[in-house]
């Protein structure tokens, strides 16, 4: 039987007819065609499918999107407004951070998160905020650097939290 | 690619809407839902209706009341982490919570959840038990109170019934007391390979009035230690009685081989965790009776 969920993503209300156990990326990804947002391990160990939901960083494929019925998610494509990119996008852009690109949406969502909760963390800090996301690359060091850019360069963020 | 198994979904809007949800056959609880999906992905599950709790706010409290530290079982593990009061009175919860999953996890599952999936090697069961909580739990005809330590049933198995739903932990707060956790795991986010949580309540004479050792992941029934209490009661708080009460844990606990390692190692784990938390818990015990007056 489906349902009809009605969810904010990115500011704009989506309302669909879903299969209660359609997980979020599914979700996000096939009927919203919001592909920004990977889907990896489907174990919620690797993190590259880390959206927000109200707010808070969650790993979308161990939330089914009947869940997020009346509430609002926002995913990668929400980073960069008006042709402008987030600090952290341009920090992942300035210091390498990213190699093949798989894991990079969901490191990014969870570095926002940090920063808006500690604008100046230190590289522990950084390190242990994206211990539950794996890089396959190994590029873990640029990414580190890549955040830490971020916080030493907020001059452009919006300070735009759902 | 993994799909959930074939369910039905309702949201509660309350606790009684989802107790009376409950109480129809074939319902189950759904909030952080990240033991449950990942095992209704496997199989491992196949509830027929999911009820979502997770908008019931009242379930998800953590304050002190009284001589009490009352957890909601909604509350998330990030929250029970950020709660100073819970950090001040039980030290024990905030080292614990500090290696339950990963943050991420941890912003979405709860500690009802945890308990309620009472998986052998989840961490907050052996900090509950040795911290001697009691778990509200809640049904139609109102609330029953049930030790951890007689909670569950066996692996993922817990006398919560058909209708009734984990609300709360209760941890009793008593003067003079210490606590700490220590888990050796593999690398970030993984399950235990072994931990132990010590919860030491010092007298005015300084001698150990009271002892909870909790083991997780290695078969100690209902997640305990008691042996090795029964030791401890009475003694000095000295590293002399930590050894001994380590090596009676060490030998009553059943722990199996697999691939996080083999017996004797988790049985040295046990030992030597046991001897770490509870010199821990006593320095902390010691800092919270403050200097002599």
Redesign the interface.
């Given at each position: 039987?489906s349902?009809r969920v009605a969810v904010t993503v990115n500011g704009t209300e989506f309302a669909r007819d879903i299969?209660?156990?359609l997980?979020l990326i599914h979700f996000l990804r096939d009927e919203l065609g919001l592909t920004g947002s990977h889907w990896g391990c489907?174990?919620?160990?690797c993190?590259s499918c880390?959206v927000w939901?109200d707010a808070?960083?969650?790993?979308a494929c161990?939330?089914?999107a009947?869940?997020t019925?009346g509430r609002s998610v926002r995913t990668v494509e929400d980073l960069e407004r008006d042709g402008q990119l987030d600090p952290v996008q341009q920090g992942f852009i300035e210091c390498h951070g990213l190699q093949c690109g798989f894991c990079t949406p969901g490191m990014m969502m969870?570095a926002r998160w940090l920063l808006d909760r500690n604008p100046d963390p230190a590289e522990a800090e950084i390190r242990?905020?994206i211990?539950?996301?794996i890089c396959r690359c190994t590029g873990y060091e640029n990414i580190v650097r890549s955040v830490r850019w971020a916080a030493e360069h907020p001059a452009h963020h919006r300070g735009d939290n759902l | 690619?993994?799909?959930?198994?074939?369910?039905?979904?309702e949201?509660a809007s309350s606790v009684e809407h989802a107790l009376a949800l409950l109480s129809r056959p074939d319902h189950r609880v759904?909030a952080g839902?990240?033991s449950l999906?990942?095992m209704?992905?496997l199989r491992l599950a196949q509830p027929g209706v999911?009820v979502?709790i997770?908008g019931l706010a009242e379930l998800a409290q953590i304050r002190k009341d009284g001589g009490v530290l009352r957890i909601g079982a909604l509350a998330r593990h990030a929250d029970l982490l950020d709660s100073a009061v819970a950090g001040e009175l039980y030290p024990i919860v905030h080292d614990a919570e500090r290696v339950v999953?990963?943050?991420?996890?941890r912003?979405?599952g709860t500690v009802g959840g945890s308990l309620c999936q009472a998986d052998p090697s989840e961490d907050l069961s052996a900090v509950f038990a040795a911290a001697r909580a009691t778990a509200v739990i809640r049904g139609q005809d109102g609330d029953r109170e049930i030790p951890v330590r007689e909670f569950h049933l066996g692996p993922y198995e817990t006398v919560i019934g058909p209708g009734e739903l984990l609300a709360e932990v209760r941890v009793p707060v008593h003067r003079g007391v210490g606590s700490a956790y220590e888990k050796v795991a593999r690398r970030?986010?993984d399950w235990s390979v072994a931990a132990v949580g010590a919860v030491l309540r010092l007298g005015q004479d300084q001698a150990i009035e009271e002892a909870g050792l909790g083991l997780t992941a290695v078969g100690a029934e209902h997640f305990v230690a008691a042996e090795a209490e029964d030791f401890l009661r009475g003694r000095a708080p000295d590293e002399e009685s930590f050894a001994r009460a380590a090596a009676i844990a060490a030998v009553h606990c059943r722990p199996v081989a697999d691939q996080r390692g083999p017996e004797d190692y988790k049985r040295h784990l046990v030992a030597e965790l046991t001897i770490r938390a509870l010199r821990r818990a006593a320095e902390r015990a010691a800092a919270r009776a403050g200097p002599p007056r």
């Open positions: 039987m349902m299969e209660p156990r997980l489907d174990t919620s160990n993190g880390v939901l808070r960083p969650v790993k161990t939330v089914l009947a869940m019925d969870t242990e905020a211990s539950g996301q | 690619m993994q799909v959930p198994s074939y369910v039905e979904y949201r759904l839902g990240h999906i990942p209704m992905k999911l979502d997770n999953a990963d943050p991420i996890v912003l979405w970030v986010g």
